[in-house]
Nanobody, 120 residues
Framework: VQLQASGGGLVQAGGSLILSCAAS????????TGWYRQAPNKRRELVAF???????NYADAVKGRFTISRDNAKNTVYLQMNSLKPEDTAVYYCNADVLRDYDDQIIGSWGQGTQVTVSS
């Protein structure tokens, strides 16, 4: 199971980006999904999580600025990031439980990471 994370880039402080996390391949369904980030010399941290039913939770550092959402028809989870700050600079990863339809197995998967850089 492969997750494709995309949407990172370079943005000025106060700007916005939207990240996407999609499961590639047929017969797969993304369930609970988290967005994590890892800055240089820091531990990977959970930024936001969304359940298969759409309930979202956020780290205190991003509450009110980031929004996690999902489009089940597209098998994609998004992270809308607004009012970005230099301290948001990190590699962002998605992690999801992916249901494999043909055998009902749930596979935990990581995306490849996408760089977000916020300049001051």
């Amino acid at each position: 199971v492969q997750l494709q994370a995309s949407g990172g880039g370079l943005v000025q402080a106060g700007g916005s980006l939207i990240l996407s996390c999609a499961a590639s391949g047929s017969g797969l369904s993304i369930k609970g999904t988290g967005w994590y980030r890892q800055a240089p010399n820091k531990r990977r941290e959970l930024v936001a999580f969304i359940t298969s039913g759409g309930t979202a939770n956020y780290a205190d550092a991003v509450k009110g600025r980031f929004t996690i959402s999902r489009d089940n028809a597209k098998n994609t989870v998004y992270l809308q990031m607004n009012s970005l700050k230099p301290e948001d600079t990190a590699v962002y990863y998605c992690n999801a439980d992916v249901l494999r339809d043909y055998d009902d197995q749930i596979i935990g998967s990581w995306g490849q990471g996408t760089q977000v850089t916020v300049s001051s």
